[in-house]
């Protein structure tokens, strides 16, 4: 795995910024609402490092699944996994720029783990202690969310569980200023992610990431894998 990988994962993190907002709009304007009085940046805060911590994990797992012995004798399922991976980016590249929907549809995928989680993240609401910001975040991480499963495809093929964690980490890195500003309803800031040539812009970006990466792995595959 090399630096530009995670830096691209960082962008990538950043410009879903669009998704993003659809996604976890809700969510953020729900955790508002349970906060004590006063004032709740330090309370976003802790969502939102709680999540991103939740994607270090997320990563660290799939990783350690790619890294069975049995997955690593198999060159050819990590490289099927690694295409996969990029073919996902390719397609949300194509979601963000408002050309393909289905997105949404891969998104089922985690319903059930959703639901799994939820009870247990409604009996830490409402938030009384700010460290129960940082559970709540965690949890928040398993949303489903075709942005999140495809980095953590990428971490499913990076080949273990420390390079799954930093690839998470650095999506998670990207997508904070995102969720900050939604928490602290910085409206200017979310209209102009909405705006069609940021996401079209974003988008290409996505595009470009999942197809460099594909040609690299079919022409230098033994720099990448």
């Known amino acids: 795995m090399h630096d530009f990988d995670l830096l691209a994962f ?10 993003c907002f659809g996604m976890c709009g809700g969510v953020v304007a729900a955790f508002s609402l349970q906060l004590p009085p006063g004032p709740r940046l330090r309370y976003h805060l802790g969502f939102n490092l709680g999540r991103v911590a939740g994607y270090a994990l997320i990563g660290a797992l799939a990783g350690g699944v790619g890294a069975l012995p049995l997955l690593v004798s198999l060159q050819g399922v990590k490289l099927a996994l690694y295409v996969l991976a990029n073919v996902l980016l390719i397609g949300v590249g194509l979601y963000l720029a408002g050309w393909f929907s289905w997105i949404v549809f891969i998104e089922t995928v985690g319903r059930p783990v ?67 500003l939604m928490g602290q309803a910085a409206g200017g800031a979310m209209q102009w992610m909405r705006k069609r040539f940021v996401r079209v812009l974003a988008g290409l970006a996505f595009i470009a990431f999942g197809i460099y990466r594909l040609v690299s792995v079919l022409l230098f595959s033994h720099m990448v894998l």
């Open 10 to 19: 960082l962008l990538a993190g950043f410009l879903g910024g669009g998704h």
């Open 114 to 180: 959703w639901r799994f989680l939820q009870p247990v993240l409604r009996r830490r609401l409402p938030i009384k202690r700010w460290r129960d910001t940082l559970v709540v975040g965690a949890l928040w991480g398993w949303l489903p969310c075709g942005l999140v499963y495809t980095a953590s495809l990428s971490a499913l093929s990076s080949g273990g569980m420390g390079q799954g964690a930093l690839i998470m980490l650095a999506f998670g890195l990207g997508t904070l200023p995102n969720l900050l």
